[in-house]
């Protein structure tokens, strides 16, 4: 099954690339063959139907539905990143 994930940041350039190029290889890893959007945080609504999960690396204190969102700063500090990918794939293989 082919999961959509939404990868979001302010500008869709620098942070959401390093989350999106993690998300791809820990997908790859897991054998889940992925839809990858790279957008900014304020187009997420114009990408959402059919996501299974939203991953942003800017703060978002709002919901999209029933789609899952998860903070993807620790793709890009390193702390946590562990954690994240679990809760990534446990999210993915439901």
């Known amino acids: 099954m082919k999961r959509k994930i939404i990868v979001a940041c302010g500008g869709a350039v620098a942070t959401s690339t390093l ?3 993690e998300i791809k290889e820990l997908c790859a890893d897991n054998g889940i ?12 609504e114009t990408y959402m139907d059919g996501a299974d999960l939203i991953c942003t690396t800017a703060r978002v204190d709002r919901q999209f539905g029933n ?5 993807g700063m620790p793709f890009v500090s390193g702390v946590g990143i ?12 439901e």
């Open 67 to 71: 789609i899952p969102v998860v903070h």
């Open 33 to 44: 063959t992925l839809d990858l959007i790279q957008c900014r945080v304020t187009e997420i």
């Open 19 to 21: 989350a999106a190029e």
């Open 82 to 93: 562990d954690t994240l990918k679990e809760k990534i794939l446990a999210l993915l293989q």
